[in-house]
């Protein structure tokens, strides 16, 4: 079964920005749709980004214009470049495949941001 190690998270003041990464066990390119999630504190995860194998990415709203989300389907890696930081984008952030993101056992432990002054 196919598995999600996320970095790159950290302690970040507002206006700046971060680099996450995702590695997976098993080959992106056969796993489709790509996506970077998050939970805040009481609240219940919602999708960030979401990227097909080719062609357009997809945003949220509250990040579309600061957020990039990218692949590199030879090194199995999803980034997801976050910049002009906002408190509100507190949370742990996850990566999943869009297929698989209904299983419980394939989410990772995330990577936990974290935007204050």
């Known amino acids: 079964q196919v598995r999600f190690v996320e970095s790159g998270g950290g302690l970040v003041q507002p206006g700046g920005s971060l680099r996450l990464s995702c590695a997976a066990s098993?080959?992106?390119?056969?796993?489709?749709?790509m996506g970077w999630y998050r939970q805040a504190p009481g609240k219940q995860r919602e999708v960030v980004a979401t990227?097909?194998?080719?062609?357009?990415?997809d945003y949220a709203d509250s990040v579309k214009g600061r957020f990039t989300i990218s692949r590199d389907n030879m090194k199995n890696t999803v980034y997801l470049l976050m910049t002009s930081l906002k408190p509100e984008d507190t949370a742990v952030y996850y990566c999943?495949?869009?297929?698989?993101?209904?299983?419980?056992?394939?989410w990772g432990q995330g990577t936990q941001v974290t935007v204050s002054s």
């Open positions: 999943n495949a869009l297929q698989t993101a209904g299983d419980d056992d394939t």
């Open positions: 990227a097909p194998r080719l062609g357009r990415t």
């Open positions: 098993g080959n992106i390119w056969n796993l489709g749709g």
